[in-house]
């Protein structure tokens, strides 16, 4: 394998990720607060996460792994690289961090709350994931900006 499957993967897994995030919380979520009871609500959005956080963790695995493999490989090694590589590398990291908060904390209590029909409790937990993917989200947008454009800026 060299640059160019590293690169394809890397990317393909970065606009599943970050574009899955965009439209749940941009264009799904609104919709969904504004037409759908809380017991339908939330029961779908346990269903949309089990669809979607398996694609989220072939993306926290691949996509650090596909970028290391160039940063170590092609790209001749950690020393020599551009700051916005390291910037785009710590970012990342951030951001697993921030979904695997979801994935064992909120994510957990709102399954739970679901399947006793405790809605309130449910609506509760979805709010702190509304939080946590927003941030992602912004997070995720910096990152492309600062992977993708990075070599052009200054
Ligand atoms: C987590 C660890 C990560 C590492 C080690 C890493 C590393 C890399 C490397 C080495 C490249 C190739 C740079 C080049 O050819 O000049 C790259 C490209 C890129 N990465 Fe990352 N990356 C990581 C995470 C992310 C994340 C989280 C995002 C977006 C949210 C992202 C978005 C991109 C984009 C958009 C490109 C540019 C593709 C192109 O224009 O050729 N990366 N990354």
Redesign the pocket.
């Known amino acids: 394998m060299g640059?160019d499957i590293a690169?394809v993967l890397?990317?393909f897994f970065?606009v599943v990720?970050?574009g899955g995030m965009f439209f749940a919380h941009q264009c799904l979520r609104p919709v969904a607060a504004a037409q759908l009871e809380p017991p339908l609500r939330l029961r779908l959005w346990v269903g949309v996460f089990g669809r979607f956080f398996p694609w989220v963790w072939a993306a926290i695995v691949l996509?650090?792994a596909?970028?290391?493999f160039?940063?170590l490989g092609p790209?001749g090694g950690f020393a020599h690289?551009p700051l916005y590589?390291h910037a785009?590398?710590g970012?990342?990291?951030v951001?697993?961090g921030v979904f695997l908060r979801v994935f064992f904390s909120p994510y957990p209590a709102l399954r739970k709350a679901v399947a006793a029909g405790d809605w309130p409790a449910g609506a509760a937990q979805l709010a702190r994931i509304r939080r946590l993917v927003g941030i992602n989200t912004l997070?995720?947008t910096l990152?492309?900006a600062?992977?993708?454009g990075?070599?052009y800026f200054g």
């Open positions: 640059m690169i890397h990317v970065v990720w970050v996509v650090p596909s970028g290391l160039m940063m790209l690289l590589i785009m590398f970012l990342g990291l951001m697993v997070l995720g990152t492309l600062i992977g993708a990075g070599r």
